[in-house]
């Protein structure tokens, strides 16, 4: 056989070994120790059975708050940022003066770790000292201004809010690049026809952008259920417990010793990503346009 058809194979099966060794069976070790009494205060391993998800599923404790907490936050930021990247998108896909600028612009925040983001905002979000109070109070709007990370109404709020603001460029991005991938074609037959612009948005644009729309609003769940950075970097999942997440949770889990509760809140959103994508992915592209 060719050597140069050989090759790809080499690094096909290379990637599958290295997911398999760092993503695939590190999972299931974590599904198995769920099922287990593992912690830092015993150097004997029990198998408890299903004791663990039933806790974690209960009544009792915070893993219910870290469980809603979790998809509010995934549903309010995936609609958010798709909405609004989805506006920027078409926005900027036309010929417009300046367009490249205010992609760039939109784009930045992306760009900056989560960490960094977090920790700048925690200083523009001071109550006191913040940028915005004080930029409220000198244009005469001191009724608007807010705790924004201490208000137990508003912090969660306030969390979507920098999230949503660092994310709508690259969900832009990657629909910027889909529209601009659509055949003209498609737009002048829709003129001929007498389409107006909400026509032709509707009905050639949207078909045509299920396919990536799919991937983005997948990618956009499963970024929103995996979101540890940003709540960590602005409240640590203060005040009290209004802005815990499934992963800080996992993360003050590990830090007590508690390693089996840990695993098994890591092992219920594992297993819950992996049906998700996969019903969404379906949906989303169900009937989709192919050229």
């Known amino acids: 056989m060719n050597k140069a058809k050989i090759y790809p194979w080499y690094f096909a099966a290379g990637s599958v070994l290295i997911y398999t060794l760092l993503s695939v069976i590190p999972g299931i070790m974590g599904i198995c120790y769920s099922f287990t009494d593992w912690s830092a205060y015993s150097k004997e391993l029990h198998f408890v059975g299903f004791k663990n998800f039933l806790e974690v599923f209960s009544s009792k404790g915070q893993y219910l708050t870290y469980i809603t907490n979790t998809l509010l936050f995934t549903f ?31 784009y930045l925040p992306s760009v900056l770790p989560i960490l960094v ?32 990370l201490v208000d137990p109404k508003i912090a969660f709020f306030s969390v979507m809010g920098v999230d949503i603001w660092r994310g709508v460029g690259y969900i832009m991005t990657l629909l910027i690049a889909g529209i ?25 644009t ?14 956009n769940v499963i970024y929103g259920l995996k979101i540890f950075d940003m709540v960590y970097a602005l409240t640590n999942g203060g005040p009290g417990h209004r802005t815990e ?34 019903f969404m992915v379906k949906i989303l592209t169900k009937d989709e346009v192919v050229e």
């Open 180 to 204: 601009l991938a659509i055949p003209n074609i498609y737009y002048e037959a829709a003129a001929i026809d007498g389409a107006n612009a909400w026509q032709r948005f509707r009905f050639v």
């Open 76 to 106: 309010v930021t995936v609609i958010m940022k798709t909405g609004l990247g989805l506006l920027f998108a078409v926005a900027l896909s036309r010929d417009i003066k300046g367009k490249n600028f205010h992609r760039a612009v939109l």
């Open 117 to 148: 983001t977090g920790l700048t905002f925690t200083s523009i979000l001071n109550p006191k000292i913040g940028f915005l109070n004080t930029f409220l109070r000198a244009v005469g709007l001191e009724s608007l201004t807010q705790k924004w």
């Open 245 to 278: 997440v499934l992963y800080t949770g996992v993360f003050k889990m590990m830090s007590k010793g508690l390693y089996a509760e840990g695993t098994t809140i890591s092992s219920v959103l594992f297993i819950f990503m992996i049906f998700l994508g996969y």
């Open 206 to 219: 949207l078909p045509m952008l299920r396919q990536t729309l799919a991937v983005t609003i997948v990618l």
